[in-house]
């Protein structure tokens, strides 16, 4: 399965993960097939690129946020209402700009010194500064610079971020004298906007653009032959320290039978099977975000940040009590993030015959969405199985990485769909047509096809690549574009 990998570096990611000559033949072949020839750049590019940058919209309540998004998204998307308090979770779209793509973040309005929920939408919006490529401060023009204002700016020179600044309510030449008082935040050039009307938002995304990153930064991998990053995640006192401290050989981290003694990510350096690794031990996810408050909720929103920092997630799980809706959700974190996944069953030492055929069940039916994870079955106490760790934890990044050359995997979909072919909707058939991996880390497929392509057998296909190519310990990603018109050809 090495042989498939695409080394970093090489110089083939002008076209995704295609080659020129591999490139060429595609796109030759996409034109037989009849397919728009910029339909299917931009299908291939929009699943090659990986993450997209992140744009996020900050500050205080009721300055023009929601309304800014739906503006640049040009739809109505996020909910806007004529008072503060209305956004509190952070929320995301898919936006462009002259012909560039990003990711738009709408958070909460920021308040300082404040308790309870208000203290967690402040929590939301500030963790969104912490993931983010660049900020849009949005400030009311009309009412100019407040004490919470000048407090969001020390959050933001402290995050270090590029910052557009925006001067929000604008309607007309009469309010631009309003918005230069705002150079007084020492934040740059405020940009004129009415949100509500669209007044001079091209200027003020033209500014978004240049301050944005072309891709995220990489927080994994950037050095060859530096040390894999590996996060252990799971619920409280499941055993994420007592596993570090065994794999390091010694007590690196605070461990206590009280649930909830970690608190910040902790990175630790440690050489197993002759390489050297970063393991990061965070903090337990206990219930939903919105339901915690305190150290709990900003430990979490660590947690969330250092599995996206990470290359691989190790899942823990108490095998001596029942897989529970939580280690669900913390499955479904790390699938999302798009991490190489390894599910560690700790405490196994210390069950009996019953229960361990009971967890067997439980994880047929509870755990199927990732039955392709590598599983190891250990005890941070005594040591037992350690020595499965490091290489179920090489197999799911050998997964990760691993690309599909074009010509091989068109040979797979034409035997996959002439054995197998799409169920008859309506009186059509929809078909297959041909496809591409456009990126790895996680692999990323985008498949061309005569018509819309059901879930179910989305799910099919899946399956089917995981049997022929591997892709153990790795998540999928499919897209599919259906060909909207026969060739154009006379």
């Known amino acids: 399965m090495n042989d498939q990998i695409q080394p970093e570096g090489s110089a083939e990611h002008e076209h995704g ?147 557009v600044l925006c001067a929000n309510k604008v309607d007309g030449p009469s309010g631009e004298a309003d918005a230069t008082a705002l150079w007084s935040l020492g934040l740059g050039e405020p940009y004129p906007v009415s949100a509500l009307h669209g007044r001079g938002t091209g200027d003020m995304l033209d500014a978004v653009l240049e301050a944005l990153p072309d891709a995220p930064a990489q927080t994994f991998g950037t050095a060859i032959g530096g040390p894999r990053r590996i996060a252990l995640i799971g619920r409280p006192n499941v055993g994420k320290s007592s596993l570090l401290n065994k794999v390091a050989g010694e007590d690196r981290v605070v461990v206590n039978e009280l649930a909830g003694t970690t608190r910040d990510p902790v990175d630790e350096l440690i050489e197993l099977g002759g390489i050297t690794w970063k393991f990061v031990d965070t903090a337990g996810i206990r219930k939903r975000v919105h339901l915690q408050q305190g150290a709990d909720y900003y430990a979490s929103l660590r947690t969330a940040a250092a599995v996206e920092k990470a290359e691989v997630a190790v899942i823990l799980i108490d095998a001596s009590e029942s897989i529970s809706v939580q280690d669900q959700r913390i499955v479904t974190m790390a699938v999302e993030a798009g991490r190489a996944i390894v599910v560690a069953y700790n405490k196994w030492d210390t069950l009996d015959e019953e229960r361990r055929y009971y967890l067997e069940r439980e994880i047929d039916t509870e755990l199927a969405q990732i039955a392709w994870a590598p599983r190891v079955n250990v005890s941070a106490t005594t040591g037992r199985h350690m020595e499965k760790l490091v290489p179920a934890i090489e197999t799911a990044l050998d997964g990760w990485e691993t690309r599909v050359p074009t010509g091989r995997l068109n040979a797979f979909l034409g035997e996959l769909v002439a054995s197998h072919p799409h169920p008859v909707r309506g009186g059509k058939q929809p078909r297959i047509l041909f496809g591409t991996q456009a990126g790895t880390k996680p692999p990323r497929f985008v498949l061309f096809a005569s018509g819309f392509i059901e879930a179910g057998y989305r799910r099919f296909v899946e399956r089917r690549l995981r049997e022929e190519f591997g892709f153990e310990g790795t998540p999928i990603h499919i897209s599919v574009r259906v060909r909207e018109k026969r060739g154009r050809k006379k």
């Open 17 to 163: 993960a295609l080659g020129d000559a591999e490139y060429a033949e595609f796109m030759e072949l996409a034109a037989v097939e009849g397919f728009d020839i910029e339909d299917v750049e931009g299908a291939i590019e929009e699943a090659g690129h990986g993450p997209l940058p992140v744009l996020a919209v900050v500050g205080r309540p009721n300055v023009g946020k929601s309304t800014l998004v739906n503006r640049i998204i040009g739809r109505r998307e996020a909910v806007v209402e004529d008072k503060p308090g209305v956004t509190r979770d952070r929320v995301s779209y898919d936006a462009e700009w002259a012909g560039r793509r990003f990711r738009l973040v709408d958070t909460g309005g920021w308040e300082q010194d404040v308790l309870g929920i208000d203290a967690s939408v402040a929590a939301q919006a500030e963790y969104a500064i912490e993931t983010a490529d660049a900020v849009v401060f949005v400030v009311d023009a009309t009412v100019g610079p407040t004490d919470t204002d000048l407090a969001v700016v020390r959050l933001l020179r402290k995050a270090g971020k590029p910052v």
